[in-house]
Antibody
Framework: QVQLQESDPGLVKPSETLSLTCTVS??????????WGWIRQPPGKGLEWIGS???????YYNPSLKSRVTISVDTSKTQFSLRLSSVTAADTAVYYC??????????????WGQGTLVTVSS | SSELTQDPAVSVALGQTVKITCQGD??????ASWYQQKPGQAPVLVIY???NRPSGIPDRFSGSSSGKTASLTITGAQAEDEADYFC???????????FGGGTQLTVL
């Protein structure tokens, strides 16, 4: 059973860069079946997909965040990471990492980390 | 299209059947998946590929699709089904994952 665990940056100051890492255990991050994604949820609101990465490094991002987002993968450490630059209070959210099953016309997120609350505040 | 639309809230009497819907142009091309989220917890996949249940999900959960509308049906709703439900699919280009705004289900 694959497990995902986000790191815990806690508090980030406005205009700085938010950095998160997701550690994958119990499964291969290098499988061709999966993408690895980041999703966030502001307090009391819905889910917003941020972006996903393939083990080869191929990425796709939410157009609304693309200018500020970088997702990378380190297969040797079975980790993938998120960097979100120039953060504001609007980036305060619970950030989830998740495994995305890459299946043609029916991709879906089958495993999720527990989530980590990132607060942007001075 | 880059939007999936859900009703914000739905209620159902205990033991009755409820349908939660998700609308979007991309649902003509991509199958929807559905997630259940309880307060303070991560989302859990309950339906994928329109009507496939992961292991451990009760068979009272089912999905369907017609045109640009996907639906999640709970047949014989239980108190523990009270939660937020989100639909998910790709946009029409296939290059962006979308989530619906979520439906808060109340079991009366």
């Amino acid at each position: 059973q694959v497990q995902l665990q986000e790191s815990d940056p806690g508090l980030v100051k406005p205009s700085e860069t938010l950095s998160l890492t997701c550690t994958v255990s119990g499964g291969s991050i290098s499988s061709s079946r999966y993408y690895w994604g980041w999703i966030r949820q502001p307090p009391g609101k819905g889910l917003e997909w941020i972006g996903s990465i393939y083990y080869s490094g191929s990425t796709y991002y939410n157009p609304s965040l693309k200018s500020r987002v970088t997702i990378s993968v380190d297969t040797s450490k079975t980790q993938f990471s998120l960097r979100l630059s120039s953060v504001t209070a609007a980036d305060t959210a619970v950030y989830y990492c998740a495994r995305e099953v890459d299946m043609a016309s029916m991709p879906y997120f089958d495993s999720w980390g527990q989530g980590t609350l990132v607060t942007v505040s001075s | 299209s880059s939007e999936l639309t859900q009703d914000p809230a739905v209620s159902v009497a205990l033991g009755q059947t409820v349908k939660i819907t998700c609308q979007g142009d991309s649902l003509r091309t991509y199958y929807a998946s559905w997630y259940q989220q309880k307060p303070g917890q991560a989302p859990v996949l309950v339906i994928y590929g329109t009507n496939n249940r992961p292991s451990g999900i009760p068979d009272r959960f089912s999905g369907s699709s017609s045109g640009k509308t996907a639906s999640l049906t709970i047949t014989g709703a239980q108190a523990e089904d009270e939660a937020d439900y989100f639909c998910n699919a790709r946009d029409s280009t296939g290059n962006q994952a979308l989530f619906g705004g979520g439906t808060q289900l109340t079991v009366l």
